[in-house]
């Protein structure tokens, strides 16, 4: 399996980090050995001084396929979840800085935290919109709605499968929105869909 992510798809994300808004979609991939799975908690890596979490929407490919329409994108994913896209932001920073790829500060063993998978006809609320959030030590630092994504979830996979095949497995991880910041050793994240908590991560 692979995970593909989408970068700055929140607006008001994207001026947190005083980055411009983009007019087509930002993408990057994180391998398989990036999973993070069964609320396992993560070790601090080593090689960062500046740990940053992104709460994200994450959907699972369930049937294989390329130029997708956005019309029959729906059929491509069936469950739902939340995620954590770790990200060593001073990495991240001298890279961008450098005009390098992302991958080490945002592709490395385990910084992908992925929730327990819910069909996703239990996600979306009445109006059709799916709130999300995250606490850090049970207090709420993130809180998103699919409503504010700058490229729907029916227009990332269409767009994605231009570029890369999707796979059964696949993982999405669809953008965060305002508010990521820090943690620490001995911190605990817990993502939620609505009322629904989806992910538990402990920072050791
Ligand atoms: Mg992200």
Redesign the pocket.
Known sequence: MKII?V?RNYAAHAKELNNPIPSQPILFLKPDTAQLLDNSPLYYPNFTKELHY?V?VLLKICKNGKFIQPKFAPEYYREVSVGI?FTARDVQRRCKEKGHPWEIAKAWNHSAAIGQFIPKETAFDPSGQLQFSLKKNHKLVQEGNSKNMLTSFDALISYISQYFMLLRGDII?T??PKGVGPVDCGDQLEGFIGNQSLLKCAIK
């Open positions: 992510c970068g992104e994200e896209d991880f953008g965060t």
